[in-house]
């Protein structure tokens, strides 16, 4: 009995253990079996070529597979024959499944993939968290490149595989000199949720953004649900980018700049006749003061849109609703 107890207490600290483990960053660790038969493309792996490239084959074609966001050695590199067994001890043989990005394929043509087992684990997450590979920012393809530099920490820190072996140094994302994420303009005022480069970004990271003429200002993010003091700076919802600046009547109160393209008529006269026509298109803005909802006066509005921005906390504070780009220097207004 006391035996039976006692290995009962150890299958449920196995079980935790595991849990633990899976909860790390999920969304680049595994994904539930059912929802990769609903949503990825299934393929046989037929060879595998080094730490992070397969062959798979699927639909009776073969073509090449190249793991997005991880790169490992070389064969023939420090680690890169382990890197080499460590793929091929995952996906030799199997079944797995794939998941695309923004990109299907890289310049060469190779298919870039996420790449899952059929119980769900994701193998690039699995080398990278084993220090078989690291981490590389493969824009636009970012979806779980927050997720996967966690994982690479982790592996740093425990000094496994190339990290102990190889003297390993974690790439940098894509930056200016400063260390500042570069965007333009134009990438952000997208009407989609969340832009794919977002997945560059996390709490207090430095962007740089490049306006239509030219100009350039230096923002801090901030992603939605952080505690803040709401500023001078531009709010990324999915219907655009908008400037929130400060209202020269009132200082202490903030505006919204929300417009729109529409065209202007132009009048001709010919003949003895007036015509109108369309003209060129002009942007018409509504620079308006950001309101709150009647019934939910802690609630804080863009007005027109009517769109929840930030829920006030009391002294100054907000918990914001969406992604806000804080004013630091340079130009505000870079539409």
């Given at each position: 009995m006391k035996g039976n107890a006692w290995r009962y207490a150890l299958g449920l600290l196995l079980v935790a253990s595991l849990a633990g483990l899976s909860a790390l960053p999920a969304q680049a660790?595994?994904?539930?079996?059912s929802d990769l038969v609903m949503t990825a493309q299934r393929a046989q792996v037929t060879r595998v070529?080094?730490?992070?490239?397969?062959e798979v084959s699927q639909g009776g074609s073969t073509f090449v597979v190249r793991y997005i966001g991880v790169r490992a050695p070389a064969p023939q590199a420090c680690f890169g024959a382990q890197a080499l067994q460590a793929n091929a001890d995952?996906?030799?043989?199997?079944?797995?499944?794939?998941?695309?990005?923004?990109?299907?394929?890289?310049v060469d043509g190779v298919a870039l993939r996420y790449v899952y087992l059929i119980n769900g684990r994701m193998v690039n997450a699995a080398l990278v968290g084993s220090g078989h590979a690291q981490v590389v920012a493969q824009l636009p393809n970012t979806r779980y490149y927050t997720a996967l530099r966690a994982l690479e920490s982790q592996a740093q820190q425990a000094r496994r595989g190339g990290w102990a072996r190889c003297g390993?140094?974690?790439?940098?994302?894509?930056?200016?000199?400063?260390?500042?994420?570069?965007?333009?303009?134009?990438?952000?005022?997208?009407?989609?949720?969340?832009?794919?480069?977002?997945?560059?970004?996390?709490?207090?990271?430095?962007?740089r953004i490049i306006g239509a003429q030219g100009q350039v200002g230096r923002f801090v993010y901030h992603p939605k649900g952080s505690r803040v003091l709401l500023g001078p700076g531009y709010l990324r919802?999915?219907?655009?980018?908008?400037?929130?600046?400060?209202?020269?009547?009132?200082?202490?109160?903030?505006?919204?700049?929300?417009g729109e393209f529409r065209r202007q008529p132009a009048t001709i006269t010919f003949g003895g006749f007036t015509f109108t026509i369309p003209g060129r298109p002009v942007r018409f803005d509504a620079v308006l003061p950001l309101d709150r909802d009647q019934n939910n006066?802690?609630?804080?509005?863009?007005?027109?849109?009517?769109?929840?921005?930030?829920?006030d906390l009391g002294d100054g504070?907000?918990?914001?609703?969406?992604?806000?780009?804080?004013?630091?220097s340079g130009a505000l207004d870079l539409r």
């Open positions: 660790q595994d994904r539930r079996p070529i080094d730490g992070n490239t397969i995952l996906v030799a043989g199997r079944i797995v499944f794939l998941e695309s990005d923004e990109q299907a394929t890289d390993w140094q974690p790439e940098p994302p894509p930056a200016d000199a400063e260390g500042c994420v570069v965007f333009s303009y134009s990438e952000l005022d997208q009407r989609v949720d969340r832009p794919s480069k977002f997945g560059l970004l996390n709490a207090g990271s430095c962007v919802w999915r219907d655009g980018f908008v400037l929130i600046d400060r209202d020269p009547s009132f200082p202490e109160r903030l505006r919204a700049h929300d006066p802690n609630q804080i509005r863009l007005p027109v849109s009517r769109t929840w921005v930030a829920t504070q907000v918990e914001l609703t969406t992604d806000w780009f804080e004013h630091v």
